[in-house]
């Protein structure tokens, strides 16, 4: 197996000689679908927001399900309030969310749901933005309240957030963020309530569906959905 960034770059000078693959793994973009259809070699997708998943084998994890199970567990906590913070670029974020308000919604409650950039690090601009959101956001809740985070950092932020209000958590505010990464997760106190994907899995049924499409069998049409592995319940 090798890691190649760029399977697509036909410059020779970058790695001595042109690469020969007999299957690529990949978060796909169009550049490498043109070169794999050129050169005749199989592809198996595991980005969901690919411009051209819909144009490869793909394996992911099974948004609507991950996000009944996070609106469900919220819901057992005999919440009534619920607020979610996600990337509006982010097709997964959109599945798991879409799923989750339509459960808070069959119970007779409703969603306070924020967007904000991708990648809120990228730059200065972006992160005063992600922080102007959070803090207005925040200024709508209603206590106690149950909240989904899309990622692990803005968990932690809004813990921070949450210290500077005088909200407890998970008391006032109860978290679920992330997908399981367990170091920002379980460190500092409290530690973070998360959903855990699996992704060794995905990266393995990859790796099945790819070996079959090297001994020629057709694609599947449809994407290949695993179920997540569950939730790692914590102090949040």
Known sequence: MFIDEFVYDPNPARRGKL??????????????????????VPVVNVWPSSLVHHLLPSVFHDFTLTGRIIAEHLLARGLHSFAT???????ADNLELKEMTRLFSEAGFTCNSRLIPQNPWESLNHWRKTEHIIESWMDEWKLPIGVYVNGESEGRMIVEACRRRGWSVPA??????????????EHPRPSLTSIEIGYDRIGYEAARLLDRLINGEAPPMNPILLPPQGLVVRES
Do not use: F, H, Q
């Open 172 to 185: 006032d505010v109860s978290i679920i963020a992330g997908k399981n990464e367990e170091v920002l997760c």
């Open 19 to 40: 690469a020969s693959y007999d299957g690529v793994i990949a978060r796909a973009n169009r550049p490498l679908l043109m070169w794999a259809g050129t050169n005749k």
């Open 85 to 91: 913070l996600t990337s509006g670029k982010n097709v």
